[in-house]
């Protein structure tokens, strides 16, 4: 039995001509950067995620960027950032001339926790952005505090946490800003590239509108050094019509996470656990074991896709080599690098594909 990684195809086929008929609208009404689609899109996201705004725009990178832009972050500045995440969590330092100082994870949850952000808290610390990975909520309530008790600006990446929740509360308007990636692998990704950024805030809102439009609030009059930051219409009208059957693919994902961790029993295998406190969303099922090449080998084998994510932690990075970390600085980051795997999960994904993974694994 073949089971992909992911195949956005069983997506996108019942969704079709909606999403088709929705284009041809914007295409005919010529909305296509911001505009009407994209209001309607900011309005309905909002509402999921417990907020009362949302700002559309073309990527998540670019809404760590305006988050940390907006909080006044900048040159001088250090921002503490996960050692184990996609690269773009430590771009929203650099991208402003601040620098990312690396902090190690919890191998339970894959997530930051206030012990290892305070381990590398330096004078310069202004700013901690806290990456709910794979869709597992991280330990807000001790990291809040921490930041409180420094004066430290938190920036939640949600890029892979649609939805999910702590202790009953949506991710994202925990700290002082929120940002979401629509990437089309995503669990509300679109058929390209989109992001957004919620906050408590009104004025962090106010100042991203402003610089999401090359810094201008009236056409041709800029008051500060802002991009060309839009979302364009017809990604909004996807991901309106996405996000009406988001809720539904979250359970489903949830169901697939909960029948793997309990069908899972190979020795030595290490499975994801789910924290008390969270309500994940499982972006990823990614297990760890010491044999991780001979494990994906035997699963190529039986058809399943697999893939590494990620495979090398940020402070070993070439392009952060002049910041002199060495291997060994970060111990877990970089366990979970050398012995990760992500398996299969997606909404469409039958249970005999989950039980095929599951047996595949059990025999290794």
């Known amino acids: 039995?073949?089971?992909?990684?992911?195949?956005?195809?069983?997506?996108?086929?019942?969704?079709?001509?909606?999403?088709?008929?929705?284009?041809?609208?914007?295409?005919?009404?010529?909305?296509?950067?911001?505009?009407?689609?994209?209001?309607?899109?900011e309005k309905a996201f909002a509402a999921a995620c417990g907020a009362t705004d949302s700002i559309g725009l073309d990527n998540g990178t670019t809404a760590l960027q305006l988050?940390?832009?907006?909080?006044?972050?900048?040159?001088?500045?250090?921002?503490?950032?996960?050692?184990?995440?996609?690269?773009?969590?430590?771009?929203?330092?650099?991208?402003?001339?601040?620098?990312?100082?690396?902090?190690?994870?919890?191998?339970?949850?894959?997530?930051?926790?206030?012990?290892?952000?305070?381990?590398?808290?330096?004078?310069?610390?202004?700013?901690?952005?806290?990456?709910?990975?794979?869709?597992?909520?991280?330990?807000?309530?001790?990291?809040?505090?921490?930041?409180?008790?420094?004066?430290?600006?938190?920036?939640?990446?949600?890029?892979?946490a649609h939805l999910a929740q702590y202790r009953g509360r949506p991710v994202g308007l925990l700290g002082d800003a929120g940002t979401f990636s629509f990437y089309p692998?995503?669990?509300?990704?679109?058929?390209?590239?989109?992001?957004?950024?919620?906050?408590?805030?009104?004025?962090?809102?106010?100042?991203?509108?402003?610089?999401?439009?090359?810094?201008?609030?009236?056409?041709?009059?800029h008051d500060f050094v802002g991009g060309n930051?839009?979302?364009?219409?017809?990604?909004?009208?996807?991901?309106?019509?996405?996000?009406?059957?988001?809720?539904?693919?979250?359970?489903?994902?949830?169901q697939i996470a909960a029948r793997y961790r309990a069908g899972l029993k190979l020795a030595e295998l290490t499975v994801p656990q789910v924290p008390e406190w969270g309500e994940a969303v499982f972006h990823q099922f990614t297990v760890t074991h010491p044999r991780r090449e001979a494990l994906r080998e035997h699963l190529t084998k039986a058809e399943i896709g697999t893939d590494l994510i990620y495979p090398m932690p940020l402070h070993l990075q070439p392009c952060y080599a002049a910041l002199g970390y060495r291997p060994g600085s970060m111990p877990q980051a970089e366990r979970i690098c050398a012995a990760c795997v992500s398996l299969p999960i997606f909404p469409e994904l039958t249970d005999a594909q989950v039980d095929h993974v599951i047996d595949s694994i059990n025999r290794f």
């Not at 930051?229 to 949830?254: N, P, Y």
Request: hydrophobic share 45%.
């Open 1 to 41: 039995m073949k089971v992909p990684f992911l195949d956005l195809t069983l997506q996108h086929q019942p969704l079709r001509a909606e999403i088709l008929a929705a284009w041809a609208s914007t295409l005919d009404g010529n909305r296509f950067c911001l505009g009407r689609d994209v209001e309607e899109f």
């Open 67 to 160: 988050a940390a832009q907006a909080l006044g972050l900048g040159p001088g500045d250090d921002i503490v950032v996960p050692a184990f995440t996609f690269i773009a969590s430590a771009w929203t330092a650099t991208y402003i001339g601040a620098r990312p100082v690396f902090a190690d994870i919890d191998p339970a949850h894959y997530c930051v926790t206030a012990a290892t952000i305070r381990a590398v808290l330096t004078p310069k610390t202004k700013a901690i952005v806290v990456v709910h990975l794979f869709g597992q909520p991280a330990p807000m309530d001790e990291i809040l505090a921490l930041a409180a008790e420094h004066g430290l600006k938190v920036i939640e990446d949600c890029a892979q």
């Open 185 to 221: 692998t995503k669990n509300l990704g679109g058929c390209g590239e989109g992001g957004a950024l919620i906050s408590k805030h009104a004025d962090v809102l106010k100042r991203v509108r402003i610089l999401r439009v090359h810094g201008s609030e009236r056409r041709y009059y």
């Open 229 to 254: 930051f839009r979302m364009e219409g017809l990604q909004a009208d996807v991901l309106s019509i996405k996000l009406r059957h988001l809720a539904g693919w979250t359970a489903r994902r949830r």
